[in-house]
């Protein structure tokens, strides 16, 4: 099963599974905004989206992800909008028969998203600005 | 002539300080050139950044036709997690 959310309130993690007799493995992902970006201070992050296709890029890396691997079950929430230092980001959950393929999922899932999907973050500064991450913080 | 709109984010929209453009364009422009058009506009400001094209919510290939009523956006290093 696949489920993905784009949120924009504080992500509530997905329930650990209390019975499961087909996988042995569940693995939790959860990225916290740092409290630093290029080494400055930040507030937080301000997460935007293309809207529509950030979803659409999602899902189908999802299901590219469960097909490549042979896991069963991907789950992830990723937050929009503003998130302040500490908080999640992003939250995967993977359930796989054994450990060795859902942890290759979990890191080739995250590396993809962060080439393929359309989010972006800007950096929340100590004075009040913002900018992307990318640029410099003056 | 035909109308294109150019939606902007992240670095896009901060050397353009917009999140939308609509403007009319010659008949049979690509994406290529389209792009020299956004960079001429940040005058330099995006100098170095390397720019992906999705038509429409989908990736497109280099050089792409575009069509009246298309909306374009020129996608900067993503950067979600």
Known sequence: MIKIEIVRKLITPFPSVDFETQDGAELVFNGHVRATEHGKKITGLEYEQYEGMAEHELKRLAEETVKIFRIHDLYCRHRIGIVKVGEISLHVMILSKHRKEGLSALEYFIAELKKTVPIWKWAMLMNGKKIPSKCHLN | MMKIKIKCF?????????DELILELESGITTDALQNVIREKANGKLDGISLRVAVNQKYVKA????KDGDEVVFIPPVQGG
């Open chain 2, 63 to 66: 050089n792409t036709n575009l």
């Open chain 2, 10 to 18: 992240s670095q896009v929209k901060y050397a353009l300080e917009t």
